[in-house]
């Protein structure tokens, strides 16, 4: 079986409750939730988070619950080893367990086709250990990153070198996308994946996607984005159309 788990935590400082926010009349966490159950390769939602206003909103989007531990509660605590606890929650609750598909509780940039996507390849491709949507940095580019020195004054991330301002000379680079985690479940064991996301295994795919799905809610313009992708599904449509 696969299974689906949404990591939701309490105590969202940049936004309070954010996980359960109210965004177009429905708390943030039922949206991944909602997307894993309309995926056809899912067999349940699970959601791990240490909030009741969190895990009563999941059980009425139709989730199950993983209490989340006091000592992995806050927001210093190591995403990895909560995905780990999780996954090895489930999986001594669900004895045909085989792959999982880890969604954050603060997005909405996600539906039951990119799930089933990710999954359809993990069926096809045994050599994987895992798949995660991505997107391609552009003016984003890590190259272009710069940090502020102890003066105060801006300075080339991580030390000198020489960089072209045009972009097009750089190597590709890429980021996850808040989107989707899909892996085997023992990968969370191996620990061997590209940092930090550890718990992906060495053999993690690559699904681009545009750029615009690499939100997840930290502020209010992530609201306002996240709003509008609610608002406009015949864009989501057309935006998902141009990527393939």
């Known amino acids: 079986m696969n299974v689906a788990i949404v990591t939701a935590r309490a105590g969202s400082k940049s936004i309070i409750d954010k996980n359960v926010l109210p965004l177009r009349g429905r708390p943030m966490v039922q949206y991944p939730i909602l997307a894993a159950k309309a995926a056809s390769k899912i067999g349940e939602v699970w959601v791990s988070t240490d909030g009741e206003s969190i895990a009563q909103a999941s059980r009425d989007a139709g989730a199950k619950i993983i209490p989340r531990p006091d000592e992995l509660g806050g927001d210093s605590v190591n995403h990895g080893i909560v995905i780990k606890h999780a996954v090895e929650y489930v999986d001594a609750r669900v004895p045909d367990l085989e792959n999982i598909v880890l969604l954050l509780g603060n997005t909405v940039y996600i539906d039951g086709p990119i799930i089933d996507r990710c999954l359809a390849v993990l069926d096809e491709r045994k050599d994987l250990d895992s798949v995660m949507t991505v997107w391609e940095a552009a003016d984003d580019h890590p190259y272009r990153a710069l940090q502020i020195n102890g003066e105060g004054l801006v300075e080339t991330f991580g030390g000198p070198r020489k960089v072209s301002t045009e972009r097009q000379s750089y190597p590709k680079a890429y980021y996850y996308d808040q989107g989707v985690w899909a892996f085997r479940k023992q990968t969370v064991q191996t620990q061997d994946g ?19 799905t690499g939100r997840d809610i930290h502020g209010l313009i992530d609201v306002f984005f996240s709003e509008a992708w609610v608002d406009n599904p015949e864009m989501v449509e057309r935006i998902e159309k141009e990527d393939h």
């Open 194 to 212: 590209p940092n930090p996301w550890w718990w992906m295994g060495k053999r993690s795919l690559p699904i681009v996607r545009p750029w615009v």
